[in-house]
Structures are given as C-alpha cells and as structure tokens.
C-alpha cells in the first residue's frame, strides 16, 4: 500500500510537470533567453573581475573594434538597451507581462530586466506590480524597481537597494562616497525586507555590494540631496 501511494503520488507529479510544460511558450522563453544575454554581455565585459580570455571572447562574439571595446563601449550598450526595450514593448503589446506560467523561470525575470535598464520604469511599474503580486516574477524583483523610480524622482526609497556615489573634495583630495539612498521607514526597513523575500538585512546588503569596510549610515533625504547638488557643481 505504501508503494502504490508513492506510485500514485509520482504519477500525478508528473503529469503536473507535463501539463505545466505544455503551456510554455517555449519560441517566447527561447527569445527572451537571447535578450537577457545581449542586456548581460556588455556589463558582463564591464565588471573588473571578468578575465581577459572572456573578454576577448566578448571582443570576437560581438565582433567588437578596439574603440567600441574601450571608449565606445558605453554606447553599444545603450545601442542594445534601446533594441532589447524594443522588443520586450511588442511582447508585452501582445502577451502582456510574460511571467512564469508563459515563459517559466529564469525567462520571467528578463522583461523585468530590460525595463529595469530602460527609461521607462515609472511606465512599466504598475504592470511589474501587478505581475509580483500574480507571483509571476519574485515580488522583490517589483521591490528594487519601485526603490529605483523612487530615488529617481528624488524621493526616500522603501527597501534600502539602491545606492549612489559622489564625488568629494577634501584637503585638496578628491574621493568617491558611496551611500544607502535615504530609506523612508528605516525602523521598518528590514522587515519589509524580508515580506518582499530578500534575504539580508539592509546592512549586510550594503556590505556585501559595496564592501566588508563600508560603514552604514542612514541619511536623510536633505542631506543626500546636498551631497547630490554639491556634486553636480
């Protein structure tokens, strides 16, 4: 009897998987799995730890002259962001947000992705919401593009994931400072955090994207907007 109930169990697994795999568009999962890796290969070439085989890789892959592998760099990225947006626009005009019961995971998170690169956060954020809260995609995925548009217009952001870095002049020396964006809810902040589904707190956030050394403070909303309007004189 144990045995059949394990037959009887796997069986109907199964035939979930088949059923699940059946309304997958696989064409749209094949095509947004292409997209995703023309938004990643430049920044990919970008980080420090990228090796130089892979960047000749890169180099050759993209076919790439000694200019736009350097100074133009930049642009041919811009040049990809502004196609891939292009065609996730009439993927979304036709399917609508293609989330995990379209397109299954990872594919589900490259829209997201590519608006997230894009200007058009503020357009799209009501469609990613709605998309998070259908568990589409992971709802903190929503989370870091709302914190996003927020720091954008200037505002305090909710979930503490985005940081920004200036330039400062001090005894002659010029640095670069990084910070948190100020955080509207700060006492809160870490359990929001954790109902949106990251998995650190705002601190360790911190830590593990701009260093062990980087020490924490939260500033307040005046106070980043003088850092910011002292930078840009």
Known sequence: MKY?????????LINSQKIQDQSINIQLKNELAQIDKD?????EF??????PERRKEIIKEKNLTQEEATVGLGKKMDQQDAENLAKIEKIIAKYGYPGKSL?????????WLVIQHSPKINQYLPLIKKA????ELPFRLYAMMLDRQLVQEDKE???GTQARSFTTTKDGKTETVWIIWPIKDFTNVNRL?????FGQTVQDYAQNMLGKDFVFKNYTLEEA???QNRNKK
């Open 4 to 12: 059949l109930f394990f037959i009887i169990f796997f069986s109907i």
């Open 39 to 43: 938004d990643q290969i430049y920044r």
């Open 46 to 51: 970008m980080l420090p730890d990228t090796s």
């Open 103 to 111: 397109v299954g995971e990872p594919e589900n998170k490259t829209a």
């Open 132 to 135: 998070a809260e259908e568990k």
């Open 157 to 159: 952001q909710i979930y």
């Open 193 to 197: 955090r954790e109902e949106a589904g």
């Open 225 to 227: 907007l003088q850092l």
